[in-house]
T-cell receptor
C-alpha cells in the first residue's frame, strides 16, 4: 500500500516552460487535493476534486489547471511557469464519507528561474 | 469560512522540556480538528485528531483537547525529544477541505 505518490520529486523550470505534476493514490479515496507550501504561509489550496469527474478552485488557482484522470490520479499543470510558482507542491486525498483526515504525498519541490 | 491561527514560531526548546503550541479556530459549528507534523523533507502526517468538543486526541506522547469554550486545540507534550524537531500544523475541517494554520517550526536541542 503506497498511499499517495507524487512525481517528480524535484524539478527546475525556466520561466514560460510548462510541466505536469502527477499524483496517484491507492486508498480508493473519492477526494483529492493540490496544495502549495511557501515559507511562512502554511499550506494553500490550489485545486481540489471532491469526486471523480469534478474539480473546483481553491484559494490560489491562477496559473494552474488540473485533471482528475480517474479515481486514482489527479494531475496539476503549469502552462507557463513563473518565478512566483517556485514552491513545494503537495497532493493529498481522503474519503470524506469516513473522515476529514487527509493523507499527503511526499511533495514536489519546484524551482522556476 | 473557517480559519485557524497558530502560535508563531520558531520555537526552540531543550530536550525533556514541556511543549505547548497554541492553536485557535473560528468556525461555524463544531469542526473536526487536527494536528499534522512535517519532518524535514517529507510530506505532512496526521499526528492526532478530535472530532467533537471535549475530545482529547493523543499520539506519540502528544495531546490536544478540543475546547469549544475557548475555540482552542493546543498541542502539548510533557517531555520533548530531539526527534520531535519538525513543523507542526493545526487544521480544522472546512466546507470542502481542511483549513490549515501557518505552521510552527519546533527545534529541540540535546
Amino acid at each position: 500500500n503506497a498511499g499517495v505518490t507524487q512525481t517528480p520529486k524535484f524539478q527546475v523550470l525556466k520561466t514560460g516552460q510548462s510541466m505536469t505534476l502527477q499524483c496517484a493514490q491507492d486508498m480508493n479515496h473519492n477526494s483529492m487535493y493540490w496544495y502549495r507550501q511557501d515559507p511562512g504561509m502554511g499550506l494553500r489550496l490550489i485545486y481540489y476534486s471532491a469526486s471523480e469527474g469534478t474539480t473546483d478552485k481553491g484559494e490560489v488557482p491562477n496559473g494552474y489547471n488540473v485533471s482528475r484522470l480517474n479515481k486514482r490520479e489527479f494531475s496539476l499543470r503549469l502552462e507557463s511557469a513563473a518565478p512566483s510558482q517556485t514552491s513545494v507542491y503537495f497532493c493529498a486525498s481522503n474519503d470524506r464519507a469516513l473522515s476529514y483526515e487527509q493523507y499527503f504525498g511526499p511533495g514536489t519541490r519546484l524551482t522556476v528561474t | 469560512g473557517n480559519s485557524v491561527t497558530q502560535m508563531e514560531g520558531p520555537v526552540t526548546l531543550s530536550e525533556e522540556a514541556f511543549l505547548t503550541i497554541n492553536c485557535t479556530y473560528t468556525a461555524t459549528g463544531y469542526p473536526s480538528l487536527f494536528w499534522y507534523v512535517q519532518y524535514p523533507g517529507e510530506g505532512l502526517q496526521l499526528l492526532l485528531k478530535a472530532t467533537k468538543a471535549d475530545d482529547k486526541g493523543s499520539n506519540k506522547g502528544f495531546e490536544a483537547t478540543y475546547r469549544k469554550e475557548t475555540t482552542s486545540f493546543h498541542l502539548e507534550k510533557g517531555s520533548v525529544q530531539v526527534s520531535d524537531s519538525a513543523v507542526y500544523f493545526c487544521a480544522a475541517q472546512g466546507a470542502q477541505k481542511l483549513v490549515f494554520g501557518q505552521g510552527t517550526r519546533l527545534t529541540i536541542n540535546p
